[in-house]
């Protein structure tokens, strides 16, 4: 099993900055790749970023050039930092990550993005 714990949410105003982490623990070596997703309740999920073990990375085209993901194995983290921040960014954001079983997610952190 692996346990993902995100942290870093909060409230910012437009143009605002925050870097969210993602914490993982348990059985990791077989994951094979991570991303974080973001989620407004009427919405579905919605891919935000992935980053492979390799370090390649991919980005939805709504946060291109604002986000950043970026990967620490020494300390088993992931991190997501949002520049630029838009009201529409406002949404719980899940850490995610896949082996060839199954995909874990963390239990989400709340991002808002208000005047």
């Known amino acids: 099993q692996v346990q993902l714990v995100e942290s870093g949410g909060g409230l910012v105003q437009p143009g605002g900055s925050l870097r969210l982490s993602c914490a993982a623990s348990g059985t990791i070596l077989r994951i094979y790749v991570m991303g974080w997703y973001r989620q407004v309740p009427e919405r579905q999920r919605e891919l935000v970023a992935t980053?492979?073990?390799?370090?390649?990375?991919n980005y939805a085209d709504a946060v291109k050039g604002r986000f950043t993901i970026s990967r620490d194995n020494a300390n088993n983290t992931m991190y997501l930092q949002m520049n630029s921040l838009k009201p529409e960014d406002t949404a719980v954001y899940y850490c995610?990550?896949?082996?060839?079983?199954?995909?874990?997610w963390g239990q989400g952190t709340q991002v808002t993005v208000s005047s």
């Open positions: 980053i492979s073990n390799g370090g390649n990375s």
């Open positions: 995610n990550a896949k082996d060839i079983k199954r995909d874990y």
